[in-house]
């Protein structure tokens, strides 16, 4: 029984990961699409879609960290889409200070 609650949770992690997938990568196709119909209008979207991209990456380590066991190919894989999502709020805090400067 305790089996099967477990499974049952993962299912649920899977739904919510699905729908946080769908979610936050429409609003990445969305804002690139609007900024480059109008790149000089709309370049302060640029940081918000690395932010987003960089939030899709953490969602993605901790999902991805929680379901790997033991296994430390699972967690190193985890490890690096972190540091990936730490690179691109870089790239985003670095987007934004030179556009507003």
């Known amino acids: ?5 477990r499974k049952k949770g993962r299912r649920n992690a899977s739904l919510v990961m699905d ?8 609003l990445i196709v969305l804002l690139a699409v609007i900024t480059f119909l109008n790149p000089e209008g709309n370049q302060i979207l640029l ?3 690395f932010a987003l991209a960089a939030a899709l990456n953490v ?3 901790i999902y991805k960290f929680r379901i790997s066991g033991r296994s430390a190919g699972k967690k190193a894989a985890a490890a690096a889409q ?3 999502a730490v ?3 870089a790239v985003a ?3 934004a200070i030179s556009i507003w400067r």
């Open 1 to 5: 029984m305790y089996g099967q609650e």
């Open 59 to 61: 969602f993605n380590g």
């Open 82 to 84: 972190l540091l990936l």
């Open 93 to 95: 805090v670095v987007s």
């Open 87 to 89: 690179f691109l709020i």
């Open 19 to 26: 729908a946080v997938h769908i979610v936050i990568g429409a």
């Open 47 to 49: 940081p918000v879609i």
